[in-house]
């Protein structure tokens, strides 16, 4: 079975209209009102949990929603205002930086007909725990490059078993969580159901996730990715 998503699953679509189709989130929407969003940078403790936050890590961060900039509260906690989220607009992307953070990159929320939304929680990873992922698995970033770190689930749960490839080619194979939060492996995703591919040339590309178990394929079209920073994803297998 071949499917793509476009923010939700669609299944068996044809059609182009699949630019950066994914999210992130623990299911909890962003705060909103009428003067803006509120939502929370994570800083992640452990690349292979997305969803792990190191507690006062992620104040004075720099977050940029088009020509929007603000900064986060000690708690990492940041208000966008409402005028400032760029309706359906392909691709948009919110991008977190800051002293010892790796740039972080992530696609708006789908709202429905009416738009787009900040993420409630925006992950961003460490530049000394990236280093020592780069490290431990003998990648030298290279100019003109990005990382794409995203986890693969299915009905809320992250799915093992599952490889990807990347549209162009990356210069590093495909990395998956390991057994240690900072080695990665070459097979398929494990227990915690998370891609990492290095090396991916700045602009956008397009993913194909491979379920072994089922030999189901699921295309992510569309991804962004930052020249030296990360893009943060959520592929939802049907």
């Known amino acids: ?40 940078v994570c800083v992640i ?5 997305l969803g792990s936050c190191s507690p006062g890590a992620a104040g004075g961060l720099t977050v940029t929603l088009g020509n929007t ?22 691709g948009a992307m919110v991008v977190v930086s800051g002293a ?22 925006i992950p961003v990873l460490q530049a000394d725990l990236f280093s020592q992922m780069l490290a ?21 749960q992250p799915v093992s078993g599952v490889t990807v490839t990347s549209t162009p080619s990356p210069a590093f ?8 939060p900072t080695a990665f492996t070459l097979d398929a995703t494990g227990a915690r159901g998370v891609v990492w591919i290095p090396g991916v ?4 590309a397009q993913l194909t996730f491979r379920d072994l178990a089922t030999s189901g394929e699921t295309i992510v079209g569309g991804v962004p990715v930052i ?12």
Not at 228 to 237: H, R
């Open 1 to 40: 079975m071949r499917s793509l998503i476009w923010l939700v699953v669609i299944a068996s679509c044809t059609s182009q209209a699949d630019d950066y189709p994914v999210r992130f989130g623990d299911g909890v929407p962003p705060i909103q009102t009428t003067t803006g969003t509120t939502a929370r």
């Open 69 to 90: 900039v603000t900064t986060t509260a000690p708690d990492g906690s940041f208000t966008v205002p409402a005028a400032s989220t760029p309706g359906t607009t392909p």
């Open 201 to 204: 040339a700045a602009g956008t």
């Open 173 to 180: 194979r495909p990395l998956f969580d390991g057994s240690t």
């Open 100 to 121: 010892g953070m790796v740039p972080t990159a992530m696609a708006l929320t789908a709202t429905g007909a009416s738009g787009t939304a900040v993420p409630a929680s």
């Open 45 to 49: 403790v452990d690349p292979r949990n």
């Open 136 to 156: 431990a698995n003998g990648i030298t970033p290279r100019s003109g490059s990005g990382s794409i770190v995203g986890s693969v689930t299915r009905g809320g």
């Open 227 to 238: 020249d030296g920073g990360i893009t943060i994803m959520d592929a939802v297998l049907p």
